[in-house]
């Protein structure tokens, strides 16, 4: 793969949030949200930022193509592309767009490099709290110059579990009741990049989020491991950005794992080393 400069993508996706996202936060008029589908907005800045990340970083780094959300929400057979033999680019523009279009301060940006179905690196930031998450693949997750670790086991009743509740199907509600009881609190703020980065940063100790797009977890679930944790599909499978089936569970270590997968009545088989 052509080598590159990471710093060079944080300052691009830096640079595009401060020129098109803050700029419009608590500013959009109302024929510039739509909906691809109910309950799924977006708005003129998530294409706005898409195109131009697109350029920028296709233009970093020669021969490497893109998976956007919005790109792939008009052709889902873009998501081929992560499993082929091109670096591809995950972009989520704008994450928590609910969010972002409602005025409520909690939205990222989230950019993964991928290489033959493995993600390599990732990039989450926060432009309203000028925090700009790093990882690379065996090199650590970062904040500037402080490595993140994510936070040390403890029993579930003293930690807050992390979903979002209205993606679980009606015939999921049972498990949600279960992991309500035995969690002291459960939250979630409807970005998943916000939520990696507590994540990451031991703010937060499991999440469980239910819809896997890989614009969403592939920088994420990275950071995450580099941070120290563990996760897997609730199968036991690895995830992967290519994985857009199941439940993931995140968590601090593989015990905490086995709890939460337990909570969830399933019968994982036996774990590999948390790595």
């Known amino acids: 793969m ?11 996706v830096q640079q595009i949030c401060a020129e098109e996202m803050l700029p419009r936060f608590r500013q959009l008029a109302a024929h510039e949200i739509r ?14 930022c898409e195109a131009r990340l697109t350029e920028a970083l296709t233009a970093l780094l020669p021969g490497s193509v893109v998976v956007g959300e919005e790109g792939a929400s008009a052709d889902p057979a873009l998501l081929a592309r992560i499993a082929g033999d ?14 972002f279009s409602r005025g409520i301060d909690r939205f990222a940006s989230i950019v993964a490099l991928a290489h033959r179905g493995q993600t390599l690196f990732g990039w989450i930031h926060d ?13 650590g997750a970062w904040i500037g110059d402080r490595r993140l670790k994510v936070g040390p086991p403890r029993p579930l009743g003293d930690v807050a579990v992390v979903f979002t ?9 049972p498990d949600l009741q279960r992991l309500k009881q035995a969690f002291g609190q459960h ?10 980065l507590l994540l990451a940063d031991g703010a937060s100790n499991v999440a469980i989020p239910y819809k ?22 609730l199968d036991s499978r690895a995830y992967a950005p290519a994985v857009t089936e199941g439940t993931l569970i995140i968590a601090p270590d593989a015990g905490m794992w086995r709890q939460t997968a337990a909570i969830l009545d399933a019968a994982p088989a036996p774990l590999a080393e948390a790595g």
């Open 35 to 48: 909906e691809k589908s109910p309950g799924d907005p977006v708005t003129v800045v998530d294409e706005a």
């Open 127 to 139: 432009p309203v709290r000028g925090v700009m998450g790093m990882v690379e693949r065996g090199q």
């Open 86 to 99: 091109d670096p591809v680019w995950i972009i989520d523009p704008l994450d928590g767009t609910r969010n």
């Open 165 to 173: 509740q209205s993606m679980w199907p009606r015939d999921r509600q």
């Open 2 to 12: 052509v080598r590159f400069d990471p710093a060079a993508v944080a300052g691009i």
């Open 187 to 196: 939250q979630g703020f409807s970005c998943a990049g916000i939520d990696y």
């Open 212 to 233: 896997l797009m890989p614009w969403d977890h592939a920088a994420g679930v990275l950071m995450h491991a580099e941070a120290g944790g563990y996760s897997a599909m």
